[in-house]
């Protein structure tokens, strides 16, 4: 009886718009940026791009730029679904202060929005946002027409 009430509250959310809105914006933001990843799409470097330069400039092992690559595809995906939405959130929080800690603290609060700093170096302002949106979705779930609204049909 623990685990389904575990699992339930994990998953637990009501009809609110809020939700919705968020996971969405966050998934719709994310879904870009993750093909460029996985697919090379939108001028993207592809999976072995993406690897080459996780391990070797961002000097991150194999097995954490795997798990990294597959929290960002996953839990994207599971955002836009509204599927396990508060651990899609978290995993996404925790990814989010990786890439401050290990690469885009030392760029500076900005974007490169006037292409001062190198290609391919930007601030972490972009990413407080994301951390912000997922603390959010966290407390809110995923609301209206999600995987999980449907599940606990409530």
């Known amino acids: 009886m623990m685990y389904k009430d575990l699992i339930n509250s994990i998953i637990a959310t009501d009809d609110s718009l809020i939700g919705f809105i968020l996971r969405i914006t966050l998934g719709i933001v994310l879904f870009p940026h993750t093909t460029q990843k996985m697919f090379g799409w939108f001028n993207g470097p592809g999976l072995a ?5 996780m391990t070797t400039q961002a000097g991150l092992s194999v097995f954490t730029a795997i798990v990294a690559i597959t929290i960002e595809c996953l839990g994207t995906f599971m955002l836009l679904t509204g599927t396990a ?6 995993g996404i929080f925790g990814l989010f202060v990786g890439m401050i800690a290990t690469w885009h603290y030392r760029n500076g609060f ?6 001062k700093l190198p290609s391919g170096k930007e601030g972490f302002e972009y990413h407080l946002l994301v951390l ?11 609301g209206r027409y999600s995987i999980d609204k449907w599940i606990t049909g409530r």
């Open 85 to 90: 939405t508060r651990i899609a959130s978290a």
């Open 110 to 115: 900005f974007m490169n929005w006037f292409g």
């Open 132 to 142: 912000g949106m997922c603390i959010a979705i966290f407390i809110a779930g995923g």
């Open 49 to 53: 791009g993406e690897m080459s330069f």
